[in-house]
Structure formats: structure tokens, C-alpha cells
């Protein structure tokens, strides 16, 4: 195994979470998930994006903060790989998207301040998933402050996301998850496993499920 620090992203509703349980079980490797459901913002937000925004952007930045620095601090014996279900840079990403041009040089700033210590990922791994797709995933999963979205801000997440890997070089695999289902098919996840033993230079990768 090449990578020991592996992060998942995606739109929301991209099936992250999914993804990074079965890899975390698959790999015996040490999971981290995004705790969304304890900010406190989150639903405010989605009622009145302009007022909640910021707040919401800053809580996110520091819950991701305070889990990706226990990663420096602990050291697992018995699990040398470990999972995230987001990159730490998706602060910027979506605080990009929804907060002010003044609000955002701001955030910026505390950004860079608090990023320099994190350990980066060896591999990131983002689903690509068409927003008609998200919204369907989005109604499944049923949560009440989600059903709403509209279809433009889900578009401007995937073009901030695609723009940030191809403009930085990440050493990316991307998969178009249109038909991905990783929990029932096989043949998916081991399409995934077997790519992951492949020792990938930067840039972006090209992953088709069968």
C-alpha cells in the first residue's frame, strides 16, 4: 500500500461517507469523518445563506482543524493507513462559494494561518457525480435541511472543486461515480482496491468502474 493518509471528496451528496466506511473496513485503516451534524449553522444557513455563512464557514474550519491535528499527535500501532471523508482544503472551497468577497480575503487569512501544520493526504480520491444524480442521493438520505438545495449551487461546488484539482496538480483519482455503487457491486470496490496498490505520479488519474 502506497498511501497512508487517503482523503474522499465530492459534492454533497456524492456518497463520501459511504465511500470511506468501506475503504476504512477494507484497508484496516483509521477513519475520519466530517461531524456536520454538530454545527450548529448548517440548518440556519440553508434558511438564510447571507446572515449564516460565515459562522458556518468558521465552525467547519475548526472542527476539520482540531480532528486533522490529532493525525500529528497520534500514532496507531496497528493501523498505519488512514481515511477522510474531506480534504481540509474544502474550507476554502466552499467558503469560496458562499461567503462575500470581504468575508472571504478574511477567512483566507485564518486559512493559511492554521493550515501550515496539517499533514496533507498522499491521495486524494473525488467522486464525480451529475447534479440531477446529487439531488436523488440528497432526497434518499432525507435530511430536512438539504432538500432545497437548488441545482446552481451544487453546479458552482463541482466547478469550484474540479478547478482547484486541475489548477494545483493534486495527485488526484478521479472517478465518475454517475453509476458508482461501492456498498452492493463488488466489482466497483475492487476496481478501487486494486487501483489503490498502483503508485500514482501528481496530477489527475482517470478511474472507470466496470
Request: net charge negative.
Amino acid at each position: 500500500m502506497n498511501y497512508h493518509f487517503i482523503a474522499i471528496e465530492g459534492n454533497i451528496g456524492a456518497g463520501k461517507t459511504t465511500l470511506a466506511h468501506l475503504l476504512s473496513k477494507h484497508l484496516n485503516a483509521r477513519i475520519i469523518l466530517e461531524e456536520f451534524a454538530d454545527n450548529p449553522f448548517l440548518p440556519r444557513f440553508y434558511e438564510n445563506p447571507q446572515q449564516y455563512a460565515f459562522p458556518l464557514e468558521l465552525f467547519f474550519m475548526a472542527e476539520r482543524y482540531k480532528q486533522l491535528k490529532e493525525l500529528i499527535h497520534t500514532k496507531d500501532l496497528f493501523q498505519n493507513v488512514t481515511v477522510a471523508d474531506y480534504l481540509f482544503t474544502k474550507c476554502l472551497l466552499f467558503a469560496k462559494v458562499n461567503l462575500t468577497e470581504d468575508e472571504f480575503r478574511l477567512y483566507h487569512k485564518l486559512f493559511d494561518i492554521i493550515r501550515q501544520p496539517l499533514i496533507q493526504p498522499d491521495l486524494l480520491i473525488y467522486l464525480h457525480v451529475p447534479v440531477q444524480k446529487l439531488q436523488k442521493n440528497i432526497r434518499k438520505r432525507n435530511r430536512p435541511y438539504e432538500l432545497n438545495i437548488p441545482d446552481e449551487y451544487l453546479f458552482r461546488i463541482q466547478e469550484t472543486y474540479t478547478h482547484y484539482i486541475k489548477q494545483h496538480n493534486l495527485k488526484t483519482l478521479f472517478i465518475d461515480a454517475t453509476n458508482a455503487d461501492f456498498l452492493s457491486n463488488e466489482k466497483h470496490l475492487r476496481a478501487l482496491l486494486d487501483a489503490l496498490e498502483m503508485d500514482f505520479e501528481d496530477g489527475q488519474h482517470f478511474l472507470a468502474l466496470p
